[in-house]
């Protein structure tokens, strides 16, 4: 029905001279321009050159290209209804993207370590499904971090969930205006240009006022809107605004040379307006349908090896991440150095020849005959099928090994399996044959949790815009004792459990205020948003003094002995106990620059302790820096160093539990297991008070 009326009212409208689109000349050109940008990404990627535009560049021409199809064929009086156009696009667009996908976890499944499955598999459906992106800002993923060998080995497909988004609402939205256009009984292209030049000044409204601070905004799909709206605005109003003859020309340089300074200078902050002028060079290189004559841009960008390179540059941006990214895990390095960049280049290059050849070209040639859309929807649905039985398989069966890895955390208090730090001070003989716990399925679900209850309201108000994580454990009664713990996640990990178990033993009311990087101490150094979180903090301590505060009171640093007080500790502490408060410090705990679970899989069955181990000097302070803060009455000082390590040796796997969930965070399995000894060394201290 939508079809039909459609079709009406394209027939109705006045008809203008259009060239046909199935007779127009293939302009190799613009698969040169394609592959320029495609050489801007792997420069980009390998080496950080110039400014990361190649993505932009590509957005435009996506949308141009697109747009001024749609119009072109709805002049002519025979526009596609957008159902045929979502089957023509997505026909050629899934079997090399699913093809990626599914060969990318597989590599990635043998090179990189299990905890990392999980977050694979999820991404992995993401990306065939075209939510990407939207999956990158919920894991806070980083496209600029250093350490490209860490990132997602599909996290460069987030630029082709933005694309497929645009590809199923663009057709819906040009359809409307044809529809709109026929009421209104004139032509579409008007409406169309628009409709696109409102959309282009909305989104870019958006993006400079209302944007969301922060790296995630990167992969918001609104961030990059009026990108594909000014391409399609642009191409709307081609007819209008084409240069003709030198003019053409002259304007087709200057954007190719505005374009080389984009992609061998970092210039601007991306997402952001500063992507309009290399978006507006490729757009005079567009327009500019001349012939290439000798010494024009056109000329050099029909250059064979160029526009041979731009024919299968959709396959070497979807190959040459993963290529760098795992090159980088196997190598164990954060940069690849030019020999081995251009070592992955050149493989990069092979693979994609390969998949330009047996799997995109196939799938923008076939379907011939009758029936094409039915046909080319058929391939989708198929792809689809391909690319999602086995992304969903396996995640069943990881879904079935983790349920058994967290009965097994669940069950491991007592289990003489998993005695953790106690351990350390038995000489029972040992038989650790069962796997280590928490396994690498359940490893990010080892974190502390917070405790049942929320927080007042009030203390809500005072910490908000802090992302202070606020709970409450309620005490045996009214009159209990009240404990405050405020810190960091290292606070987390490590005093929370210590206070849980001293909450149970005496029936004491536990507060937690933990923010993310955020230790406590009254110092005006700390970050923004730190600083408000502590003097607000600092405010509901003065105003209602608890009985016992707990803290982390000092610092460690990566694979380095230079161990500190927590700026604005001491200050705190003597502060506190000048209310009459007792202040529990606890020693912070050995951090690395690698993570300290991936290297722990070699664990003797006979030892208490395996995995990897370190010099304890190496990574600790050869005396806890905050010994001094017990001259202060009221301190009370815990140092846990000798669960960590023993005989000067620290190690990641001791009593058959994971010490270390990454590289500075103890997992909280093992936390719990330490709580008993370290309230018992609390209790020594308070019991005579």
Known sequence: MVRSSVTLLVGALPEAPVQNSATRPRRRDIQGLRAVCMMQVLAYHAWRIGSPIGVDAFIMISAYLMTGSFVRRTEAGRMPFFAERWAHTFKRLLPPLVTT????????????????????????????????NWRLAVVSADYFAANRGAASPL????????????????????????LLAGALHIRPRPVILAAFAALTAVS?????????????V???????????????????????????????????????????????????????????????????????EVPPVPGSVQRLLSWRPLAALGDMSYCVYLIHWP???????VLRRTQLGTGRALGAIALSLVLAWLMRRYVDRPAQDRPTGDRLAVRKGLIVAVALALGLGPLYGTRAVLDNRRAVERAT????????????????????????????IPGPLTLHDDWVPSFPEACPSDHDALLAGTKTNCAVLPGADADSPRVV????????????????ELASRHGWQVTEYLTGSCAFGIWDAYRASCVQRNEAVLDLLTDDPPDIVMLQSTETMQDHSDEIQRPGVQAAIEYLTSLGVTVVGVRDNPRSADDLYECSNRRPADTVAGGCSFSQRQYL?????????????GFIEIDPTDLYCYEDECYTIIGNVYVYMDNNHITGTYSRAMAPELADRVDAFLQPA
């Open 101 to 132: 996908v599914l060969a990318t976890i597989v590599a990635s499944m043998v090179i990189l370590p299990r905890t990392r499955w999980n977050e694979l598999i999820t991404q992995g459906v993401a990306s065939v499904t075209y939510w990407q």
């Open 155 to 178: 996290q460069h497909l987030w630029s082709m969930s933005m694309q497929g988004q645009v590809f199923l609402a663009w057709p819906l939205l040009m359809t409307c205006c044809v």
């Open 204 to 216: 870019l409204h958006w993006l400079v006022a209302d944007a969301p601070a922060g790296r995630t």
């Open 218 to 288: 990167y992969f918001d799909t609104r961030a990059r809107l009026w990108e594909f709206a000014l391409g399609s605005a642009i191409a709307a109003a081609a007819p209008w605004i084409r240069p003709r003859g030198n003019l053409a020309r002259v304007l087709s340089l200057a954007g190719f040379m505005v374009l080389v300074v984009y992609c061998v200078e970092p210039i601007g902050h991306y997402p952001g307006p500063m992507a309009a002028a290399p978006m507006l060079a490729v757009s005079a290189i567009l327009l500019a």
């Open 323 to 329: 290529v760098f990214v795992l090159t980088m895990s």
């Open 409 to 436: 955390v669940m069950d491991a208090s007592g289990d003489p399996r998993f005695p953790g730090p106690t351990a350390l001070s038995t000489a029972e003989p040992v038989d650790y044959t069962t796997s280590p």
């Open 485 to 500: 713990v405020v810190g960091d996640s290292h606070a987390q990990q490590t005093i929370v459990p210590l206070a849980a």
């Open 621 to 633: 302070a050869e005396f806890d820096p905050a010994e001094e803060f017990t001259s202060i009455p």
